[in-house]
Each structure stands twice: as structure tokens, then as C-alpha cells.
């Protein structure tokens, strides 16, 4: 499942995760812990939101504050999974896309969150310098990660059963392109884009096969969205949600027609024509194509 690019680029194409992990998978209490902090963290309201890494669109319906929101995923497999739950509407926009590459014009949303997405990432501080380009003075984005430092595996580490340290600041990849974060390097990281870090909530204190079985899903669930808080002091859980902003004030509109919301991932010109099938670009010649309401710029269509 690993893509051609470079940094590589996990690909979800043809994956039946949002059914095998979500649906089956007894992630209920993974799944409303997450609910919870979204709650907390999103703003009341915004115009555009990015949804980077939206899969098959499990936390969109969350994000009922914002006037409209951008699906992006490298899978279009995955955006049509979204489109069958979500419906097709003007509110939704779905882009096929490579997170290194985004294909925005600089400071277009005011909103952006990043779920269970950084996980993949081979080179995070990349892909959250794109993401802070895409956004306007004022923003906020919410990301989610996966920690190293949590309980588990340094009770592991101490027990000499796991050879890496998850006391170090650098990102351990346990499996192929499937990396955990220590909080200080993810904190330093978006802090040297130029976010500031206003509130951090840990999640899945109890993210533990017997416990999950033995104990109903509600009450971990509400042990888990008082324990969130401690995120503030420490993080010592395997999940951990941040909210970060942008100094100053939104001011700039969303264009209403969303053609003018994209540029050429290729060369960075902007705006593209409209081909109705396809979105072209001027100065570099590239297409791009459209398919079934699904915008897709991760290669373009051949000359
Ligand atoms: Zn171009």
C-alpha cells in the first residue's frame, strides 16, 4: 500500500478500513472518546474546514459548525465510502491528493483537523508546514496523534521487551510507515510553523483489550472524558488531541466558487480552468481530473 512518491505516502486505496476497524472492530470507545474532545477543541462555527485524511468520512458529521468542509484523502476509494455516507451536497467537497503536495491556494480555510492521519506520516513537520499554508490568519487546526510516550510501552520498555525508547524525541516507525510521536517533538514542530498551542487532551486512558470487554463501553467512555483533561499537565496515552491556532484575523473570504479555491500541485499556479471533466492549468499544461464529484490531483491525466 505504499505509493511511488517521495516522502512515501501511506495509501488507504481499496481498503476496507472504515468496515473492518470501525464498524466491526470494537472501536466504539475509541470512536466516542474521539466525539468528546472534538467537541471540545472545534470552534463554534467557521466557514471552510480542511479534513486531512477524512477516509470514509467518520468524524465529518462532527464538524457541523463549519459552513463547508474540505474531505481529503491520497485514497479516492475511501472519498467514495464518504460520499456514499455523507451524500452528495454542496457543503462537501472531496479531493484525492497528496498531503506534501496540497492543492490550495495559501490561506484559504479557516479551520483544519487532522485525525489518526499523522500516524502516517514519514515526514510530519512537511506535512504540517503544508497545512499551516492552507490556512488564514485566525485559524484553528486540531490534530490528532498517535504517542509513543504512553504507559504501555514504557512499561514495555522498562520490562526490556520493546528495544526502543519512548523517552527520545524521535518518531519510532513500528510498522511500515505507521510512526508514533513523542508530544514534545509534535509540539516543537507545529510551534516552528508558526501555531500556537492553546489546549492538549489525552485520549484512551483505557484503550485496553480485558478492560474493554469486562467494563461498559458508556462508563469508559466517561472515565475517559474526565481523564482527558490531565492532557493539560501531562501525556502518558496512546492518543493525543491538540488545538493549535494562527495569530491574527480572519479576513480574508471563502470564494464562493470552489474552482478558485485550488492551484496546480505541480507548479503552484493558480486559478485553474474549468473543463468540466477535468481542471487544467495555464502555466504548467497539467489536468486534472474530476470523477463522479471527486476532485483528483494526485497524478495528472497524461498529455
Ligand atoms: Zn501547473
Known sequence: MVSKNSPPVCDYEGSDYQTSFWDQ????YEDRTEAIALKRLLPKSGQLLLEVGAGAGRNTPRYDGFERVVLLDYSATQLQQA???????KRFVFVAADVYRLPFVDGLFDGATM?????????????LAQIRNVLQPGSVFILEFASKLNLKSILRYLLRRQSWSPFTREPVEFVALNFDFHPKAVRKWLQQVGFQIERTLTLSHFRWGPLKRIIP???LVSLDALAQW?????????????????AGERSKPVPEDEIQWFKCP????SPLVDDKQELRCTSCGSRWAIVDGIYNFKEPLSE
Do not use: N, Y
Open 25 to 28: 472492530g470494537g472501536r466504539g
Open 230 to 246: 490531565t492532557g493539560s499537565l501531562w501525556q502518558l496515552t496512546p492518543s493525543v488531541f491538540m488545538r493549535a491556532s494562527l
Open 83 to 89: 460520499q456514499a455516507r455523507l451524500g452528495k451536497s
Open 266 to 269: 505541480r507548479c503552484g499556479s
Open 217 to 219: 463501553t458508556g462508563f
Open 115 to 127: 485525525i489518526r492521519t499523522l500516524h502516517h506520516m514519514a515526514d510530519a513537520p512537511a506535512a
